[in-house]
């Protein structure tokens, strides 16, 4: 097994709460050196970025490094739970909000999980995730989506092509940007990407920016993808310690078993005013810096577990 290739070293988390680790990785079908290049000519031609969104990691990860490791299911392992187990997932909260979207009863929806989807559609993985269906048959349920072909509804219908575009020979570059734009900024240098990823042939402008790249959404995600992305020359996984936000966590009292927690079971309740409200704490704490997304944990009191 191959291992990976680490061009830049991680130093360490910064926890002042003052600049935050974004990772930004390549899909598989962008990955390459002139990749690499046209978002390294983004962040090098504006001065701004240049100050403010330092590179701090960069590595490529081996194909068969990420499969023996099963980076991608354990990156994606609530989505993965639920694509494989379906509509027996749903808590009440989900069931009602199927409901009022689709405007039929939860308990006689055909409803699958996107594995058992492929079967009794008798499509590839490709196929379903490139189905196109309107706005309205489509939607998001604490982190899920579910999406209406026909007279079934699927659930996270994307992950079977992830699992499939992540191969033995598919490599994937990362990199970790210790950022302190604030968030028009930040934005902008991702819709620059976007743009000379485009200029360049390298994205199609008719596909979604997601399908080529990936960046940390939120605090929490960052502490997700340095679960998956985030290791040294010898194959060595860096503990999430070293992530900056779980740094923050810990100097805030939370230990580092509470925060595999949340990972791991993000969809909680959340104290909103009066009332309690049922959430995933990646969607929730998203575009949010160091302090708002701790101030969304401690706002928690309870926690659903998957089974």
Known sequence: MRKPTVIVPYGGPESSGSV?????????????????????????????????????????????FIMENHVIEDHYSVNYRFACKGKS????????????????????????GSFDALQELNIDAETLFNIWVPFEDMMQINGQSIKKYKNLYIINYDIPALLHKNNYSTDIAVMILRS??????????????????????????????????????????????GLGYLYTSD??????????FSEMLKKSGFSLKQIYGVINNPIMYFQDGEKLVEDNIFMRTRSKNFDE??????????????S
Not at 239 to 244: D, F, I, L, Q, T
């Open 293 to 306: 997304a701790l101030d969304v944990l401690k706002s928690v009191r309870s926690q659903i577990y998957l």
């Open 89 to 112: 997932l749903f808590t009440p909260f989900m069931k009602q909000e199927f409901s009022s979207h689709f405007h039929t009863d939860f308990d006689d929806a055909a409803i699958a």
């Open 235 to 244: 194959g060595e996984h860096l503990p999430m310690e070293n992530v900056s």
């Open 180 to 225: 302190s734009l604030d968030k028009e900024n930040f934005k902008e240098m991702i819709l620059q990407m976007e743009r000379a990823l485009i200029e360049k042939g390298i994205m199609d402008k008719e596909k979604p920016p997601s399908r080529y790249f990936h960046y940390s959404k939120g605090p929490f995600e960052q502490i997700l993808d």
């Open 20 to 64: 935050e680790d974004v990772f930004l990785y390549l899909r598989p079908e962008s990955n390459g050196i002139m990749v690499e290049s046209i978002l390294m000519n983004v962040l090098r031609g504006n001065e701004l970025f240049r100050k403010k969104a330092q590179l701090v990691y960069l590595a490529n990860l081996p194909g068969d």
